[in-house]
């Protein structure tokens, strides 16, 4: 295997499937089984997924809110997904762990470094929602701070495009699909792997970021195994 730990960002979105809002229980089953396949051959997996299905806290301060209460809100909606992805998981017979930024008894535990490394150690999935804890913080920098907490080997983003692109492929059919770039061509580029706090904080670290598509089933395998089916950000 190409990674021995990873920290697996997915995004609230994702698990909407084709619906419009919430959980779709199909792209829930999928995503768990392929964690459970990249499990049982000896990968040991964290978990950080947004809360856009349901509520964001940037989307309510645009409307008027009050930017610390929807952040908080957004926190919340994170471990709503984070306890949808624990019951499937443990549904499918995998062991796992909840943490939390957020501590919120009696459903999880407050986020710690040992404790997270201690469970993935142990084989367990662990799972760590409520964002950083903090306001002002996506969970894209919840993503980066918790792999360098726990040490991941990288940072695998699963998204719905296979890649980062010069351009969105979604609107631009011309746009071309980078296999490897750098952090800095990345900034110069203005590319939207991850926002500036979250990025900053890989590339400090010499943290890699692989983007892929999640959403076609067996890649989070491929992606761990070595194959080149998305796009790597590193410092060379």
Known sequence: MKYKRILLKLSGESLMGGQSYGISPEMLEQYCRDVKTVV?????????????????????????????????????????NSLALQGELEKQGVKTELLSGLTIEPICRAMSRRRAVEALEDGKVVIIGGGSGNPFFTTDTASSLRAVEIQADAILKGTRVDGIYTADPEKDPTAKKY??????????????????????????????????????????????????????????
């Open 179 to 236: 296999i490897h770039i750098t952090y800095a061509q990345a900034m110069a580029d203005r590319l939207k792997v991850m926002d500036l706090t979250a990025f900053a904080l890989c590339q400090e670290n010499n943290l890699p970021i692989y983007v892929f598509d999640m959403n076609k089933r067996g890649n989070l395998l491929k992606v761990v195994s070595g194959e080149e089916i998305g796009t790597e950000v590193a410092a060379k």
């Open 40 to 80: 049982e051959a000896g990968v040991q997996v964290a978990i950080v997924i947004g809360g856009g299905n349901i509520y964001r806290g940037m989307s309510g301060s645009a409307k008027g809110m009050d930017r610390v209460q929807g952040d908080y809100m957004g926190m919340l909606a994170t471990l709503i």
